[in-house]
């Protein structure tokens, strides 16, 4: 997929402004042009990079740099319109005024604030013609979106991703910087995808997305939860701002249908107030799953639970029971996924309630859950005996998941459970300690290597989850992670289990601000191709 194949509707300048006087007060926009030819403009960009000809170029304050200081490279670029969140310097409006071509230039304040909004009317409100998904939570919101994907397909849907795993169809990802992009790309990628002939769109939705405005304007199908424990308190703080943002996408986004893990005191929490809200006469649907029987019940009963579960050498077998108003209760026979991990049994029922809470029935939806695949990087095992697992767990509470999860595997066996973690750099300090508590507690070897230190020294970053540890002189460290890899393998006995936590499907290591090319997986194949081992599963 690329964006020259997408034939965008042009409109004129003329309907913009009208749109845009529509949007902000006679005080928030100023320099608006009022004589206006019939120019017409192609598409919506933030970034100067892909700015073409007729596009409008938006230039607002980023992360780091001003989109106006990119002034002069767009000018080159003969665009339809830019609009800037305040007003030029002098000599910006020199380059505009000495610009070999026409340039209309907006300044608009508070841009930002509307602007998903603007990019909804503009790509004509494309996520009201498709069926958008959102899922949110703080683990499982990639595995979920992949299963809830390839459920669909296997039901003759065409569907089509945004999230960490990149953007489009399953067949065709493109990679993306954010799990959730900036709202301008998310309405032209949803745009795109109708073109295309998708009618499903699976969204990872971080706190970052909701707090910054990045679905703005974006209409649901429907939206979901996972689960809400601790993560990028760097960004929000406290954990009860994280909490917070995770249940916006619940209480002001609209959706015909809203999912909720109610084995999460979050999910509980929200369940209860919208059940004590108009929900339920609105056309919007609340459908309850609860994985977990022993954890907090909301006060009303799950729609989907399970029972009977096994951990196999396969993956998960377990029954479900199925409660619908229409047709009571339907319990299931036991089903054979074929996942590694519980915590596995957690997303796939979240991506089943999205199915069935749209109406597609069990007796469908049953062939696909039997040939699920697992994620690259979430749980996934490269090798067997011994077993070689890769899992993206960079969260003390995912992995400890990952851990325990894999110890059950380990209870009639005499193998070992070995990990192999760091910690990211400019990133939540204070989980540090907490992983290597978490390790220490479920591992019965350790290797602690780099996992991106970025900015940070990595000696430094070792040191501080160093603190986390009981007995710290018992734990392995090397600052290489490919020879920290290979040295635990080279020691690892056949009946044990090896985890590399943290990275997943990364293909980069990032030092001192370079992102250096990287992956575990290719760590572990060379090492079994140098081995001839035979029980490879890099597929």
């Known amino acids: ?121 503009f790509y004509d409100q494309p996520s009201q013609k498709l069926k958008v998904v959102g899922i949110t939570g703080t683990n499982g919101k990639t595995s979920t979106a992949f299963y809830t994907a390839q459920l669909l397909a296997h039901l003759g849907q065409k569907v089509a ?14 990679k993306t910087n954010n799990t959730t992009p900036e709202s301008v790309q998310v309405h032209r990628l949803l745009h795109e995808f109708l073109q295309q002939g998708m009618q499903w769109v699976i969204m990872e939705v971080s706190s970052h997305g909701l707090c910054l405005g990045r679905i703005q304007g974006v209409n649901f199908e429907t939206v979901a939860l996972t689960q809400v424990t601790r993560d990028h308190m760097d960004f929000h703080g406290t954990i ?6 995770k249940t916006r996408l619940f209480y002001e986004y609209p959706a015909k249908h809203k999912v909720l893990n109610v084995s999460d005191s979050i999910g509980v929490e929200i369940s209860q107030m919208l059940a004590t809200t108009k929900e339920t006469d609105d056309g919007r649907g609340l459908w309850f799953y609860q994985p977990n029987k022993n954890s907090p019940k909301s006060f009303i009963q799950a729609n989907l639970t399970c029972e009977n579960v096994d951990l ?56 696909g859950l039997v040939n699920l695949t697992s994620v690259a990087g979430r749980m996934q095992v490269l090798a067997t005996s011994p077993t070689i697992i890769l899992d993206f767990a960079h969260t003390p509470d995912a992995l400890q998941q990952v851990l325990q999860a894999v110890k059950i595997h380990l209870a009639y066996s005499d193998g070992k459970l070995i990990t192999v973690f760091g910690c990211g750099g400019n990133r939540d300090q204070g989980k540090r300690p907490l992983m290597a508590a978490i390790a220490e507690s479920l591992a019965d070897k350790i290797m602690v290597t780099n996992d991106n230190p970025r900015d940070e020294s990595a000696e430094q970053i070792v040191n501080e989850i160093k603190t986390g540890f009981v007995a710290p002189q018992k734990a392995f460290y090397e600052l ?7 040295s635990v393998l080279d020691k690892t006995q056949a009946e044990d289990i090896v985890v590399i936590a943290g990275k997943g499907h990364e293909d980069y290591q990032e030092i001192a601000g370079v992102k250096y090319p990287y992956s575990d997986k290719a760590v572990v194949v060379d090492w079994l191709k140098s081995h001839q081992h035979s029980q490879v599963k890099t597929d």
């Open 161 to 174: 991703l945004i999230g960490t795993l990149g953007n489009g169809p399953l067949d065709d990802l493109q």
């Open 240 to 245: 009860e701002a994280y909490q917070q943002a």
């Open 480 to 486: 290489d992670r490919e020879c920290a890899i290979k």
């Open 1 to 121: 997929m690329t964006y020259s194949t997408i034939n965008y509707q042009t409109k004129k300048l003329a309907e913009l402004q009208s749109f845009i006087k529509g949007l902000y007060t006679l005080s928030n926009y100023l320099d608006l042009n009022e004589n206006l030819t019939d120019k017409t403009v192609s598409n919506l960009t933030l970034d100067s990079r892909k700015v073409e000809c007729a596009d409008v170029f938006i230039a607002i304050q980023g992360e780091q740099r001003h989109g106006l200081e990119f002034l002069e490279s767009v000018l080159s670029k003969q665009p339809g319109l830019i609009i800037a969140d305040r007003a030029l310097t002098e000599a910006e409006t020199e380059l505009v005024e000495n610009s070999q071509f026409e340039v209309v230039v907006w300044v608009i304040e508070s841009i930002t604030d509307k602007l998903g909004e603007f990019a909804a009317w």
């Open 312 to 367: 196999t050498s396969q993956g998960i077998a377990c029954e479900f029971t199925i409660m619908s108003a229409e047709k009571g209760a339907l319990k299931t026979e036991k089903v054979d996924i074929p996942l590694m991990g519980i915590f596995n049994l957690e997303n796939v029922m979240c991506a089943l309630s999205i199915l069935l809470s749209s109406d597609f029935t069990w007796q469908k939806i049953k062939p």
